[in-house]
């Protein structure tokens, strides 16, 4: 089996970082590198006994028939086969995380690479994870590795961005079925649930839902009910092999006032305008400044909010969106764009879409129920 | 409004191991002390932007009123919501994304503010950051970090009655949602497709899905896979869930079509394996004599060649107080929770399990979910 991600561009990234070996520990970054693994029993649950589920996966410079993950004994015994590329499976008896780092330290030092510079993602990684580490390795120079796997992640390949075609479609449609719901009268717990439901039916990890139901601004699901007159949004996250959906559509007990429809357009415009612009070659500053001017014309810019941000399999990452940001867009970026206004005596209107950067233009993930109002009973 | 744990205790567990202040960053041992809160956002994934949401909640000895929690300006108000009784929040991320290091400033401050920077401070080191760790060691020099999962889990080790119905209803649904797979998963299926289909009952009984493990013939492999549920085969379903992180773990046997006499054999001898050790569990049973047991009931059946026998404490955590094995020496008390398991790997007849939940009563304990564990679920 070859490794699924672009080596080169890896080993260049490395060059410039300085890094002898990436050291990768986190679920996103696991599956990245291995192909989409992460171990099932461990994927929603970190917490087992006294410690956690801790994986690993080394990847030396230059040199991936070397490369080495460490798993638990249950996980790479044959009742449980990981079937990756990668060549080196190394097991850990203990199921901590100190008895993890010491197998990586031990395989590091296998290879030689003692001295090594180590790319690990420290916010994640446990403290005594790290003390282990620095003792099995006193030699080591250890280095934050966030950037060299960020930008290796940046552009996706087209079976990654099939999934979140298929993601953001699943995700637009169970935030369509939690809108059914209005003339029930159910509260917005009732229908935080229906669209967890929606997705788990749809093949979606759920995440979350924040769900508005107007005028208040309070997000959080509750024992508010959703009542005629009153507008909802719904802001719903999941994930499928760790790549994330995250939409936001909106609801309306009713026909909506004239107000709530021109604040529903005025986000509108703003995401139409910005995504009209999106195509590889434009910087990603010139989009964001169309994006706040477009907010600006709405003439609601005050009480409203524009946020862009790259997507994968972190909720926001590269590429990364402010006015002096020079990089352009290329094929394959994947994009979420929101726009949010936030008006008293209406609630809190927003949409928001993920597009994939394509050859012209872009791509709309999941576009379904962005330009209409859900319920209207 | 007052903690909802037992203060006395926790006060008195923080004395003998001479602890300060717990410093606590765990989603189960936030939601132990917050009584059930985590912040919804970030209940299933925790990576965001360039870092990780990273909540700290601190509570000094014999002083819960100056407890503190460390989180982001986006759970405001689902804590208001939830009318939390911790006295003072802290927003660590004002104009940042939540990451360790700002949480750990802040928490230090909170510290400092108590006057416990000489302190000694229980921490879960498994699991805090190595950043968030570096930084509460700068900002306080001389306070000495000791490890917080004794003092946590023998705090949580007896449940209260609120908590056993959480787990009496999480466990019922886990083996009702096995059950219905078993009977109504469409023919042919893959371990793969079953494994979605056990997803979909769980999540439609108000669990959150965590795992299952398929055992579909004598091949072995439990993840979830290819791998069709073929006729004559058996099928372990060995299913976990939870909600509001209490967790509930189930395996129940199914089979298409008859079992063979051996399979037969080898399931009557975990069933009773398991009758045996749950018989013997009541208050004052020592977990060491249990284990023992328990082991020597399984060899009484003949089938424990290619078997194993595991019993644990279960709650917030899978595998936590109280713990059985050689020397462990501690009793039973009523409102314990423990998981019962007893498998056979068998070459030719493949991976035979029975897992039960049980509380320990006033005299004996109570089975929690035992639907579908007393024979095969026979299905065409």
């Known amino acids: 089996m070859e490794p699924p991600y672009d080596t080169n561009k890896l080993n260049r990234l490395m060059d410039k970082a300085g890094i002898d070996l990436i050291l990768a520990h986190t679920p996103h970054n696991i599956r990245y590198l291995t192909g989409g693994y992460y171990f099932h029993f461990r994927e929603r649950i970190t917490a087992i006994g006294p410690s956690q589920y801790l994986p690993f996966v080394g990847i030396p410079k230059g040199d991936t028939t070397r490369a080495f993950q460490v798993a638990w004994l249950v996980e790479a015994c044959p009742y449980n086969k990981i079937e990756d590329w990668i060549p080196d499976i190394v097991h850990t008896k203990a199921r901590g995380t100190v008895g993890a780092a010491q197998i990586a330290a031990k395989a590091i030092r296998n290879r030689g690479l003692t001295k090594a510079t180590i790319g690990i993602e420290r916010a994640f990684m446990p403290a005594d994870a790290m ?129 709530a429809d021109e604040l529903h357009k005025a986000c509108l415009h703003v995401l139409n305008k910005t995504r009209a612009a999106m195509e590889p070659g434009v910087a990603c500053g010139t989009i964001y400044r169309i994006g706040q001017a477009a907010l600006e014309e709405t003439g609601y810019a ?71 109002w859900g319920c209207l009973d | 409004m007052q903690p909802p744990y037992d203060t006395v205790k926790l006060d008195n567990l923080m004395e003998d191991a001479g602890a300060d202040l717990m410093l606590l960053c765990t989603r189960h041992n936030i939601r132990y002390i917050c009584g059930g809160y985590y912040y919804h956002f970030y209940e299933r994934f925790t990576a965001m932007e360039k870092s990780v949401y990273s909540p700290l909640l601190g509570v000094p000895k014999g002083q819960s009123e100056k407890a503190f929690h460390v989180g982001i300006a986006g759970e405001v108000g689902q804590i208001e919501e939830q009318s939390m009784w911790i006295p003072e929040f802290i927003n660590s991320a004002t104009n940042v994304r939540p990451n360790p290091t700002s949480s750990a400033e802040k928490a230090s401050g909170a510290i400092k503010a108590r006057g416990l920077e000489k302190g000694t401070i229980a921490i879960e080191h498994d699991f805090i950051s190595s950043t968030a760790m570096n930084c509460l060691k700068k900002e306080l020099p001389a306070a000495k970090f000791i490890e917080a999962l ?152 003949g089938q424990s060649e290619h078997g194993n026998f595991i019993i644990h404490g279960v709650g917030l955590v899978s595998h936590e107080q109280p713990r059985f094995g050689p020397g462990m020496e501690r009793t039973l008390k009523e409102g314990m929770v423990i998981s019962i398991e007893t498998d056979v790997r068998h070459p030719e007849e493949g991976y035979i399990k029975i897992e039960d939940t049980v509380a320990v009563t006033e005299d004996g304990c109570e089975g929690m979910g035992d639907i579908g564990r007393a024979t095969w679920t026979i299905v065409d």
């Open chain 1, 302 to 372: 005050e009480s409203g909010i524009f946020d862009i941000h790259g997507i994968g399999m972190v909720q926001q990452e590269l590429p990364r969106f402010n006015l002096d940001e020079e990089r352009p867009l290329e094929s394959g970026m994947i994009v979420s764009l929101e726009n949010d206004i936030r008006y008293p005596e209406i609630g809190f209107v927003k949409i928001e879409d993920a597009v994939a950067i394509v050859k012209g233009g872009c791509e709309g993930l999941g576009d379904l129920g962005r330009d209409i």
């Open chain 2, 150 to 301: 004794p003092v946590m889990e023998e705090l949580r080790a007896i449940k209260t009655p609120q908590e056993l119905d959480i787990m009496r209803r999480i466990t019922q649904a886990d083996s009702e949602s096995i059950q219905e797979t078993f009977r109504n998963v469409p023919k042919n299926s893959t371990t793969r497709e079953i494994a979605r289909f056990l997803e979909r009952e769980m999540t439609n009984r108000g669990l959150l899905f965590l795992w299952v493990f398929t055992c579909a013939g004598n091949t072995m492999l439990r993840a979830p896979s290819e791998k069709v549920w073929e006729k004559g085969e058996v099928l372990h379903l060995d299913a976990g869930g939870s909600d509001g992180d209490y967790l509930t773990d189930v395996c129940r046997m199914g089979v298409r079509g008859v079992p063979k006499p051996l399979a037969d054999d080898i399931y009557k001898a975990c069933l009773t394996t398991q009758d045996k050790v749950r018989a013997a569990i009541k208050p004052g049973a020592v977990c060491s004599d249990l284990y023992e047991y328990g082991n020597k009931a399984f060899v009484e059946t």
């Open chain 1, 131 to 259: 003390d282990m580490l620095r003792k099995e390795l006193p030699e080591a120079h250890f280095v934050e590795s966030f950037n060299t796997l960020e930008e290796l992640r940046i552009i996706k390949r087209p079976n990654e961005i099939e999934i979140f075609r298929r993601a953001g479609q699943a995700d637009a449609e169970a935030i369509q079925e939690g809108f059914l719901l209005g003339p029930k009268d159910v509260t917005t717990e009732r229908i935080a649930r229906t669209v967890e439901g929606g997705m788990v039916k749809r093949g979606l990890h759920f995440h979350y839902v924040f769900t508005a139901a107007g005028p208040s601004m309070r997000r959080d699901p509750s024992e508010k009910i959703w009542k005629p007159g009153e507008i909802l949004h719904i802001d719903a996250g999941g994930s499928q092999m760790g790549y994330m959906a995250d939409i936001c559509r909106m609801g309306s007990r009713g026909k909506p006032s004239p107000l």
